[in-house]
Every structure is written in structure tokens, then in C-alpha cells.
Nanobody, 126 residues
Framework: QVKLVESGGGSVQAGGSLRLSCAAS????????MGWFRQAPGKEREGVAR????????DYAESVQGRFTVSQDNAKNTLYLQMNSLKAEDTAMYYC???????????????????WGQGTQVTVSS
């Protein structure tokens, strides 16, 4: 069992930066595939980035490649998403999620993630 709590969202102008955090408690944090997802009003939840167990291989959605960086601090049981050069289309509720290692295989999608946080809102104004 893993409990996830996101923070760091807010309002920013286009071109600005935000860093989201996801604090994990419960089971061994470093054994999970960790992912960031987002959902805009009227749209399906989509994968943004993920990081393999222990902080290994990372994958990104094409729309954020080169602008967002996912990382984790195993000592602090915290997952991060550094978001730079933000665009209006990045506006969404952002969620972190944890799943077994297999969740870090294949397409970057919501499938296979067992635990979800409550989300943190990111609003980018143009």
C-alpha cells in the first residue's frame, strides 16, 4: 500500500516554470514504477512522464519532451516533475501514480498503476 500526496501546483504565465512534488508513504518507494499524469477538463487522463524503479530509465510524452524532467529522491520518498517553458496547453490537474515495475514497460499510459494521488492543479496563462 502506498499513499501519494502531490504539491507544487499553481498559476504561472506561459514560459514560466513549476516543480511538482509527490510525497510517498507506506511501501518501499524505490520498488515502484512512478509516473506523472495529467487531465484537462473534458479530456482523458494522459501520461506525462515516468521513471523506472529506483530512479532509472525515464520516458516522456512527446508533448513535454525537452521541457519536463522527472526525478526522484529515494531517501525522501519523493517524486518530482520539473516543468519548464510551460505552455497554456499544459494546464491540467496533475497526478502522480505508483505501480509495479511492469507499469514502466510499453506505452506511457494509465494502465498498470495501482496507487494515485489526489492531484494538484497547474494553470498556465498565455
Amino acid at each position: 500500500q502506498v499513499k501519494l500526496v502531490e504539491s507544487g501546483g499553481g498559476s504561472v504565465q506561459a514560459g514560466g516554470s513549476l516543480r511538482l512534488s509527490c510525497a510517498a508513504s507506506g511501501d518501499t518507494f524505490s520498488s515502484y514504477c512512478m509516473g506523472w499524469f495529467r487531465q484537462a477538463p473534458g479530456k482523458e487522463r494522459e501520461g506525462v512522464a515516468r521513471i523506472a524503479p529506483g530512479g532509472g530509465k525515464t520516458d516522456y510524452a512527446e508533448s513535454v519532451q525537452g521541457r519536463f524532467t522527472v526525478s526522484q529522491d529515494n531517501a525522501k520518498n519523493t517524486l518530482y516533475l520539473q516543468m519548464n517553458s510551460l505552455k497554456a496547453e499544459d494546464t491540467a490537474m496533475y497526478y502522480c501514480a505508483a505501480g509495479p515495475p511492469v507499469a514502466c514497460m510499453g506505452w506511457l499510459s494509465t494502465r498498470g498503476y495501482y496507487y494515485w494521488g489526489q492531484g494538484t492543479q497547474v494553470t498556465v496563462s498565455s
